[in-house]
């Protein structure tokens, strides 16, 4: 809360979801957490794999689409710690091996192509997707766990990250089909 004048109380806290205390000692709830927590780990570490996929790219339209996914990522993480917050917990990582391998064989691919190829492109292109892939289904696992709990205004937030990521998915594809992919097939 924050006191305006002597007579007038702001509240500036987000109201907390009805979770009660038998709710929060379900084996479900627990699990929700957890999960959130492995995917809040996944989104920080995305920021810093976005980065480094942003810099390798060939294509100035694949640079953005990086740099935008990372912005938006950004954002994906400060709606988890709203989440965090309606449940009352505290918003914390749990290492998440998922991601870290997506990550790893994103870096692989930089070391194993040519730069300044379209090849490379293709490559990271399929790299991005399976950590999008990734992200819709846990997004959306999250979703449905969050609609079962009646858990409302965070499967409201959780639904909003997860349209943005099928909607990276698309754009991604796109990318591909209509450049990349072809321009890749005429390189040496």
């Known amino acids: 809360m924050v006191k305006k004048d002597s007579s007038t109380t702001v509240t500036t806290e987000m109201p907390k979801e009805n979770v009660d205390t038998n709710m929060k000692k379900s084996e479900l709830h627990k699990f929700f957490l957890a999960a959130l927590k ?20 060939t294509t100035e339209e694949l640079q953005d689409a990086f740099e935008d996914h990372q912005l938006q990522t950004k954002k994906h993480i400060s709606r988890l710690e709203k ?26 691919i930089i070391k194993s192509t040519k730069e300044g190829t379209m090849t490379r492109d293709a490559a990271l292109i399929i790299a991005a997707q399976k950590i999008e892939h990734y992200e819709i289904a846990t997004y959306g696992g999250l979703v449905q766990l969050a609609l079962t709990m009646k858990h409302d205004k965070i499967a409201n937030l959780l639904e909003k990250t997860l349209f ?15 450049s990349i992919n072809f321009e890749a097939e005429e390189e040496d």
């Open 83 to 108: 989440v965090f917050t309606l449940l009352d917990e505290k918003a914390e990582k749990k290492e998440c091996e998922a991601i870290k391998g997506l990550i790893k064989e994103a870096e692989e």
């Open 164 to 178: 943005e990521e099928e909607e990276t998915d698309y754009n991604l594809t796109d990318i591909a089909e209509t």
């Open 38 to 57: 492995d995917i809040y780990y996944a989104e920080h570490a995305l920021v810093d794999g976005l980065d480094k996929m942003q810099k390798s790219a």
